[in-house]
């Protein structure tokens, strides 16, 4: 082989080798960072905060007889909390904006987010890496819940309940 060759894939290995450090890298700091919110954007938990001072109630979803108001942690090391279901959307995660964190190695800093279409409520992944699971099926798209559902995220699990 030629000098120039030998060069090239030399080149092109180190080259190849820095996109893989620096690719590393990113998905460390967007663990233990979150996800860059674009600059207009204002977390739900701020959003909420806004709306109250304004007046402006976010608005929740219309409850009949039989649905589920909060979701409970029953499992795991936040065993005990929960969440009321008529704030509406609630984002599960180790970040800051969570209504649920998670202090658990196995969930991502935006996991998941349960939300409610008309009369039913609906569990989302939102593109974490070791996924979410409602029973033993892992979800990879929205995903309908009913009262008792469970939902397990990393060493976590959640159950829907009135």
Do not use: C
């Amino acid at each position: 082989m030629s000098e120039l060759t030998l060069f090239l894939i030399r080149f092109a290995y180190l080259a190849i080798l820095w996109i893989f450090v620096l690719s590393a890298i990113s998905v460390i700091r967007t663990d233990m960072f979150g996800a860059r919110m674009p600059s207009g954007a204002t977390p739900p938990r701020a959003e909420r905060r806004k709306a109250s001072k304004t007046g402006k109630a976010a608005k929740a979803p219309a409850r009949r007889r039989g649905s589920p108001t909060h979701v409970a942690v029953i499992e795991g090391a936040n065993a005990g909390e929960r969440a009321d279901l008529a704030h509406g959307t609630i984002l599960i995660g180790r970040g800051p904006d969570a209504q649920i964190r998670l202090d658990d190695d196995y969930v991502s800093t935006r996991h998941a987010r349960i939300a409610s279409a008309e009369d039913q409520w609906f569990v989302e992944d939102l593109g974490s890496t070791n996924g979410t699971y409602v029973g033993s099926a892992r979800i990879n798209q929205p995903t309908t819940l009913s009262l008792g559902s469970q939902v397990r995220i990393g060493k976590t699990v959640l159950e829907l309940r009135k």
